[in-house]
Each structure stands twice: as C-alpha cells, then as structure tokens.
C-alpha cells in the first residue's frame, strides 16, 4: 500500500543519480527529497535472522552510522515489500547518513523471511518479540522507535501501545489503528483498492521492482478488466498469476459482523502506553478519516502527538518527501537530543489554495455546524422543508453500475476530477445549492442524514458533496458510502421509522476546502461507486461467490418529516 505511489519519484532518482559516485549519489538523493546532505557511508550488516516464537527466523538488515561505534538506539522498520531497491536506499542508507542506525526487517514470508505472508494477521506478535530480540542486541542501546508508512506504519500500530517498556517514538503515516478500513468503508468491500494491491504484492517476489514499474500500466489495465467479472473469489488469479493470500482473506471475510480482521484492529488498544506520535497523511488517502480519528483518540489519552495533512493521495512524491523530512526531525529530537518540534500540533492544506492552517486540536476548536436541506426536486438550502415533497427516486441496476469518478483511492485516477458525467446519469440525484456570498471554508468532519426506501434490503447508499464553479463545472470534494443490509439495520447509525422509511446517518470523508465566493455546494446520492467500491448485486448473496444480480429502487425523502441533510463543519470566518 506504499510503493506505487511514490514510484515516479524513485524513477527519477535513480535516473539523476545514474553514473555519480556513491558519495555525490547520496547528495543527489538528499537534495531530491528536501533534506541537507548527509554523511559517510553507512556500515551495513546483511541477513541478520530474528527467531520468533514459533521457530521461524525473519530476516534483517543493519545499517549504522558512519564513524559511531558502540550500541546506539535503533530505529525498526517493518515492511512486506523488500529490504534492498529503493528501501534499502530511502530508509537504510538515507537515515543512517543522517545518524541513526536502522534495522530493516522483512516481514513473515516475504523476501527471504521464514512462514506464509497472509497480510495484517501476525504483526503484533511478531512485532513484540522482534523489538524483545533487538534490544537484546550488543548494537543497541535499548532505545528503539519505529517509523513507516502504509503497510510499515501498521507494523508500528501492531507494537507501540503494547510493548514494554514503551517504544521512543513512533510515526505512523499514512496509516491506520483499524487498518481495514482501507479495505470495507462501512460494510463496502472497497474492490479496487484490495484488488490493485493483491496484484502488486502477488507478483512483487517474481519480478524485480524495474520491472514492476515498468508494466504497471499493463497491471492497471488487467485489474480494470477483471473487475467488471464475477464471481470475485479467483481474480486475483486474473491479474497476479496465481493465487493471493491476502485476496483469498478480503473476499472470504467481507460479510456482516465477520470478525477475522479483529486481531489487525488496534483502536481499541491502550492508547495512553503510545509513544510520542508524529503523523503525515493526505486528504485523498484512504485511510485519512481514520487516521484524523486516532489523532485525536491519542490527544484525548494524553499522548504528544503532531499531524500533518497535505493535498496529497497516497504515497504521492511531495507527500513523501514530507514524510522524510519530518521523519529525520522528529527522531532527531527523540534519539538524537535535537530539537523539538516547534508550532501548533495540527498543520492541514485548505484545499485547493496553497494556504496551511495551523490548528490546536482535530477537529478545529471554535468550527461550527453547518445544515444543508435536501429540497425537490434537485436544490439544496440552508433551512429544513416546510412544505410536503415528493421523493426524488432512481434505480440502481448492478449490471449496469453507477461509475466512481476520483476519491481517496490508492492509486490513480484519484484526488478531484468533473463528474459532470456522472451527475448526467439517471442512477444519480442531485441537489445544488445557490452562490455562497463569501468564501466558505469547510474543516472538520462532513456527515449526511437521508431518509430512503428500497425496493430490496440489500443496497448501498454513496452521497458525495461536490465543489461547482462558475463555469458549471462539478469537483468532488468529499464522499461517504454505508452498505445496508438485513443483518445490519437497524443499528445505531440506521433507525427504520413506522412508514419503514429508514434514517441512515452517514460519515463522509473529513476535509478542510474553501469553497470560493461565487461557488455553489452540491450533493450527490447514489446506489454505488464502481469499481471504486463492489458493486451491490442486490441479492444477498455471498461476497465472493454471488453472480446474480438484481436491479433496486430508491427513493431519497426530503418533507418535513424526513428532513435529509448533509452537516457541515464550518470555520466561523474564512481563514487567512
């Protein structure tokens, strides 16, 4: 869930630093990523074997610091993806030129560690007894921290709030403590996601990392094709080759209540043993509206902790970049004596400006709510109905399913595009409100209350709160999506009333945007995102294994007695 994204700026790394020297190589791969040059060449130790308590041995590379002898604290990084490329380049050698000494570890059952990779389930204890067996070490000085993104920042999650003594720090980006939430967003199997990344990681030990980058987009267009198939349970021999542990788990647990993903789950852990906690994540990552949730969640335990959101999708370069150099100043002042991180403990991008709001606290103290009323046929306004209303209705029809257009996703097409599209389709509603009078800047969290019938139990509601210019033209902004299901309505975020109208509260993605004086809001409501999430074949049947589909009527209510809404979480004046 990391490499992609980041993939064109190794690329051109590598091009920039073909043909120098180490010495001048290294000071290319600093000055590209924002940092100040490093020193000397590290001393690397290869194929360092961890026992586990089952007796199998994960492998690891040591890199220190150039001219430091002696134990040294030790910082751990987890990951599925390899200990040499750009791993070896960008964690082992990077931060040991700029004085600390990493230990790089490949995770259970890949490149070259002992057991059978089945992707989030033995973290936690392999995790413990790997940080017990290093500072056990004569190289280390009992001092560990831990740092990552993505899939490595999952490894940190899977330790920090449990080992003892605690861990010095960690720094857990684009991540998340439940990190299935990249893979069901409310009971939606998030299909394009989990597919894309069984075919990265289904192929990534029988092709060197050149040549994945290389065939990418053939990868891109193979995963695309075997979407639109069902049964699901066997495309990820469709587009890795063989079958894909990870894929096997995703479509074999994606049901109601299915409680096999529980042990990947740390939300629930004792946040108050977390160690000082420094995060960066973008507002079109997938895991963002988790991630905001733990940032608070470990301010609300009493843990020092910093967050940074920029405009960036996942692993995108210039989040990357961030990433390395926050991560060298924050373990800097944690290992190292350097200095503490100076101004205010939250930093996010007011989208789409260049503008950065520095915050005390997630969600901003002093913000305000803010009520936008579904009204009929297609208009949106700022006061609850009053007069009686017909319900807007469309059909939502598997085989021919409602398209995703952008998003928090992990690969591109992301971020925002015009969903003029879209919004041109009958399968889609939409509420557009008048011009803002001034600039509206929108921070914080985003709910929807919408009242609606089906036709069958089985549906998805997709509502999406989209940004229209002057020129008619429509952005998303944010979005949200809640599966229901007779085995989960009623619940605490959906009530069925005595007409059997049901009242689904629903959490969008969080942001902070400016909408610009001139600009109008507009909602979206919809059966489906495809192939962004699964399509809902109606039926009931199992995840996996259905194939037959069966068209559904909606009907959104929005009178006086089913007042839909979207909430918004607005600054009481526009920033800046």
């Known amino acids: 869930m990391q490499r992609s994204g980041s993939s064109s700026r190794l690329r051109q790394s590598a091009t920039a630093v073909r043909g120098c020297s180490r010495r001048a190589a290294a000071r290319v791969v600093d000055a590209f990523f924002g940092l100040e040059p490093g020193n000397g060449r590290p001393v690397v130790v290869r194929d360092l074997a961890t026992p586990m308590p089952d007796g199998v041995n994960l492998m690891g590379d040591l890199y220190r610091p150039a001219g430091l002898d002696g134990p040294l604290p030790v910082v751990l990084i987890r990951l599925p993806y390899g200990r040499g490329g750009p791993f070896k380049v960008l964690f082992g050698s990077l931060y040991a030129r700029h004085g600390f000494q990493v230990f790089i570890q490949a995770i259970r059952g890949t490149f070259g560690s002992g057991g059978q990779f089945r992707p989030f389930t033995t973290e936690h204890e392999d995790g413990l007894a790997t940080v017990k067996w290093v500072r056990a070490q004569p190289w280390c ?12 920042g999952h490894t940190q999650w899977a330790v920090a709030p449990y080992v003892d003594p605690p861990l010095e720090c960690v720094s857990p980006h684009i991540t998340a403590a439940r990190i299935s939430a990249a893979f069901y967003d409310h009971g939606v199997p998030q299909l394009q996601n989990a597919l894309q990344w069984s075919a990265q990681v289904g192929r990534q030990e029988w092709m060197s990392f050149p040549a994945q980058m290389a065939t990418t987009p053939v990868f891109v267009r193979r995963t695309r094709r075997a979407m639109q198939h069902l049964p699901l349970q066997a495309l990820d021999v469709a587009v890795a080759g063989a079958p894909v542990a990870f894929w096997r788990d995703f479509v074999a647990h994606a049901g109601p209540r299915d409680d096999f993903w529980s042990g990947s789950d740390h939300s629930g852990a004792d946040l108050g043993r977390m160690p000082p906690t420094s995060m960066v994540t973008g507002w079109w990552d997938p895991f963002v509206r988790e991630q905001l949730t733990d940032y608070t969640a470990l301010r609300a335990a009493g843990v020092p902790a910093r967050l940074l959101v920029g405009p960036w999708r996942h692993g995108e370069p210039d989040e990357f970049s961030t ?21 205010a403990p939250v930093r996010v991008n007011l989208q789409p400006t260049s503008a950065w709001l520095e915050l005390d606290a997630w969600p901003p103290p002093g913000a305000r709510s803010r009520l936008e009323y579904l009204s009929g046929p297609d208009s949106l306004v700022g006061r609850p109905p009053t007069e009686p209303c017909p319900p807007s209705r469309f059909t939502y029809d598997p085989a021919d399913p409602t398209p995703s257009v952008g998003g928090p996703v992990l690969t591109p097409p992301s971020k925002q595009h015009d969903n003029a599209e879209l919004e041109s389709r009958a399968d889609v509603l939409v509420f557009t409100g008048p011009p803002v009078g001034a600039d509206l ?14 036709k069958h139990p089985h549906a998805d509601l997709f509502v999406r ?16 999506i809640r599966r229901l299901d ?26 902070a945007y400016r909408f610009r004086a001139g600009h109008r809001l507009r909602v979206q409501v919809a059966g489906g995102a495809f192939p962004r999430y699964a399509r809902n074949l109606g039926t009931g049947e199992r995840f996996g294994t259905g194939t037959t589909m069966r068209a559904n009527g909606f009907e959104v209510l929005h009178d006086p007695e089913h007042p839909s809404r979207l909430e918004l979480t607005v600054l009481s004046a526009p920033a800046g």
């Open 465 to 480: 709160l989209c940004d229209v210019d002057e020129k008619q033209v429509s952005r998303n902004v944010v979005d949200g």
């Open 486 to 511: 007779p085995a989960t309505v009623p619940a605490a975020d959906v009530t069925v009333g005595p007409d059997g109208v049901l009242a689904v509260e629903l959490e969008l993605f969080p942001t």
């Open 441 to 454: 800047d929108v921070v914080g969290p985003v709910h929807a209350r919408i009242y609606l019938r089906t």
């Open 141 to 152: 000085d009992g001092r560990v921290a831990m740092t990552g993104a993505s899939y490595f």
């Open 323 to 343: 990433m390395l150099q926050n991560d060298l100043a924050w373990l800097g002042s944690h290992l190292n004596g350097g200095a503490a991180p100076t101004g």
